[in-house]
């Protein structure tokens, strides 16, 4: 059984590989954060090493170590792994020694399976180096072994590197087919699985670490809080959050990214509150705050500042000083007109 859920034309397109023995020997899984690239790299690594009838079956030795992280043929290359550290480096990046090491693994037989698995996380972290070294592994391919690369963005990766692989687009799912998958367990609440499948947006991976981890739950409202207090604060106060803001963009732009998601959901809702569809909001549990926060703004002053995060997100996208752009930013949040 395939776990990867609603990625049906991936799962499908693999399924046939399969069964048809022809397998890629580089695979390339785009798609948002938590919308499972790495549930379906796994998957993958399961159905070429599992000895079962209809593979993957999830269940059998091969399947369970490689659940588990035990398996000696699948690795998993990326930030965190073979000791990178990213403390001392203003841009986190998989090294081209993290490579050199994969290489020397993938020249090497199967230790425990039929097939080595290499996969390789936030692939468009990769360092010009690593990823020139990686280049070559790919344009020599050796049987029996995978190269499985996730990102979030292939623009972000060499286009010779891309062209090397079989491309697989993730899509988020439809938020009642999230829903559906919370439902399904019965310990969280039903109430939790509405609030958790409108925030995921469709990545169903990100509701299912909310779901039994509380912090995550706990740090958005501590993100949205902060928001919040922006609106009503001074431009000091607006200013000293853009300055942490940037030293964390410097670290990693996802977290960035995530402050920005959230602050266009909360624009969002007001716009969707205002328009009368407040049952189409995504922070159902801050419904009374949205309505009461929709009377300070008339709709154009909503719909100009729901403009103004878009743009501010893309000139990130596009390397812009990001304590420009956020500075710009904060001076367009609009005051409150009563309207
Ligand atoms: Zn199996």
């Given at each position: 059984?395939?776990?990867?859920?609603?990625?049906?034309?991936?799962?499908?397109?693999?399924?046939?590989?399969?069964?048809?023995?022809?397998?890629?020997?580089?695979?390339?899984?785009?798609?948002?954060?938590?919308?499972?690239?790495?549930?379906?790299?796994?998957?993958?690594?399961?159905?070429?090493?599992?000895?079962?009838?209809?593979?993957?079956?999830?269940?059998?030795?091969?399947?369970?170590?490689?659940t588990s992280g035990k398996h000696a043929d699948?690795?998993?290359?990326?930030?965190?792994?073979?000791?990178?550290?990213t403390e001392d480096k203003p841009h986190a990046?998989?090294?081209?020694?993290?490579?050199?090491?994969?290489?020397?693994?993938?020249?090497?037989?199967?230790?425990?399976?039929?097939?080595?698995?290499?996969?390789?996380?936030?692939?468009?972290?990769?360092?010009?180096?690593?990823?020139?070294?990686?280049?070559?592994?790919?344009?020599?391919?050796?049987?029996?072994?995978?190269?499985?690369?996730?990102?979030?963005?292939?623009?972000?990766?060499?286009?010779?590197?891309?062209?090397?692989?079989?491309?697989?687009?993730?899509?988020?799912?439809?938020?009642?087919?999230?829903?559906?998958?919370?439902?399904?367990?019965?310990?969280?609440?039903?109430?939790?699985?509405?609030?958790?499948?409108?925030?995921?947006?469709?990545?169903?991976?990100?509701?299912?670490?909310?779901?039994?981890?509380?912090?995550?739950?706990?740090?958005?409202?501590?993100?949205?809080?902060?928001?919040?207090?922006?609106?009503?604060?001074?431009?000091?106060?607006?200013?000293?959050?853009?300055?942490?803001?940037?030293?964390q963009f410097s670290q990693g732009r996802g977290?960035?990214?995530?402050?920005?998601?959230?602050?266009?959901?909360?624009?969002?809702?007001?716009?969707?509150?205002?328009?009368?569809?407040?049952?189409?909001?995504?922070?159902?549990?801050?419904?009374?705050?949205?309505?009461?926060?929709?009377?300070?703004?008339?709709?154009?002053?909503?719909?100009?500042?729901?403009?103004?995060?878009?743009?501010?997100?893309?000139?990130?996208?596009?390397?812009?000083?990001?304590?420009?752009?956020?500075?710009?930013?904060?001076?367009?949040?609009?005051?409150?007109?009563?309207?």
């Amino acid at each position: 059984m395939w776990q990867v859920v609603g990625q049906s034309r991936a799962v499908s397109l693999l399924q046939r590989s399969l069964e048809q023995g022809s397998i890629a020997h580089a695979y390339l899984l785009v798609g948002p954060p938590h919308v499972g690239k790495m549930t379906l790299a796994l998957n993958l690594a399961q159905a070429v090493n599992c000895p079962a009838a209809e593979p993957p079956c999830g269940l059998c030795n091969a399947c369970q170590k490689i659940t588990s992280g035990k398996h000696a043929d699948v690795q998993i290359i990326g930030l965190n792994s073979g000791g990178n550290s990213t403390e001392d480096k203003p841009h986190a990046e998989i090294s081209i020694n993290q490579i050199r090491e994969m290489q020397h693994s993938s020249s090497l037989p199967p230790f425990e399976g039929r097939y080595k698995v290499f996969i390789i996380d936030g692939a468009e972290l990769l360092s010009t180096e690593a990823a020139n070294c990686l280049l070559k592994t790919l344009e020599e391919p050796v049987g029996g072994v995978i190269f499985i690369l996730l990102t979030t963005n292939g623009t972000m990766l060499p286009a010779t590197v891309v062209s090397r692989c079989q491309q697989l687009e993730l899509h988020p799912l439809p938020t009642s087919e999230v829903k559906a998958v919370l439902n399904e367990q019965r310990s969280i609440e039903p109430k939790k699985a509405e609030l958790l499948a409108r925030l995921c947006h469709g990545c169903l991976g990100w509701a299912l670490s909310a779901a039994v981890d509380d912090s995550l739950l706990q740090q958005r409202a501590e993100r949205l809080d902060r928001l919040l207090a922006l609106i009503t604060g001074d431009y000091e106060e607006r200013f000293d959050y853009v300055a942490q803001l940037v030293a964390q963009f410097s670290q990693g732009r996802g977290l960035v990214q995530e402050v920005f998601d959230l602050w266009l959901d909360w624009w969002r809702d007001l716009l969707l509150v205002k328009l009368g569809s407040s049952g189409a909001i995504t922070n159902i549990d801050f419904e009374a705050t949205l309505v009461d926060m929709a009377r300070g703004y008339n709709l154009a002053q909503i719909r100009a500042f729901i403009n103004s995060i878009q743009a501010a997100g893309e000139q990130l996208r596009q390397n812009a000083n990001p304590r420009l752009v956020l500075e710009v930013l904060m001076l367009r949040i609009p005051g409150r007109s009563g309207g």
